[in-house]
């Protein structure tokens, strides 16, 4: 009744919700989870001299994967985006299920792009089901208020994504870390 905007449906900046995403796509590319990478700020002159900044302005040490999905460092986070590729990392998402428009540029690490909460449900739940996509379903049954069952609805088919089962366990055993 008094707010009209839908903050399941409309499409926002996802921010760091993105960011398993682009770790997920490096896993899928080769890249090693031990590695450690530094979080030095860099700039990146084909993206007109764009320098990503980390939220505490801190750019010293190395972090692995896990911990700089941990920490949310977004200067590592970018840096694996580009080692991986940035189209590399939106054909990963596109695996995932999100159908949003994705620029295919170093910010998109960062989760610039727009995308609602109801996209981004399904990827969620495709790493938390070792690569397993399912969309989201809200109805078991509606029963009458005589408690007579007037429809029954059952759960969608679970479909292959195409991304290693192991490396989803790899991500979702990444993304404990920042709740440890």
Not at 49 to 70: E, F, Q, R, V
Not at 89 to 110: E, F, M, Q
Not at 115 to 120: E, N, P, Q
Request: glycine share 4%; proline share 6%.
């Amino acid at each position: 009744r008094f707010f009209k905007y839908d903050y399941c449906l409309a499409s926002r900046q996802i921010g760091s919700t993105f960011k398993p995403v682009v770790y997920l796509a490096a896993l899928e590319e080769g890249l090693s989870p031990l590695k450690h990478y530094s979080s030095e700020r860099k700039v990146y002159e084909d993206y007109d001299n764009w320098s990503p900044a980390n939220a505490s302005d801190d750019y010293s040490g190395y972090y692995s994967m896990k911990a700089a999905l941990a920490h949310s460092i977004n200067t590592v986070s970018v840096d694996i985006m580009m080692q991986t590729g940035p189209d590399e990392v939106v054909a990963t998402a596109r695996k995932l299920g999100i159908k949003a428009d994705l620029p295919s540029v170093p910010s998109l690490a960062l989760g610039t792009a727009s995308i609602s909460l109801r996209a981004m449900v399904p990827v969620y739940a495709a790493l938390a089901s070792s690569g397993q996509k399912v969309e989201p379903w809200a109805l078991k049954r509606i029963d009458s208020n005589r408690g007579v069952t007037l429809e029954k609805f059952s759960p969608p088919e679970m479909e292959d994504s195409g991304v290693d089962p192991e490396n989803c366990r790899i991500i979702t055993e990444m993304m404990r870390a920042v709740v440890e």
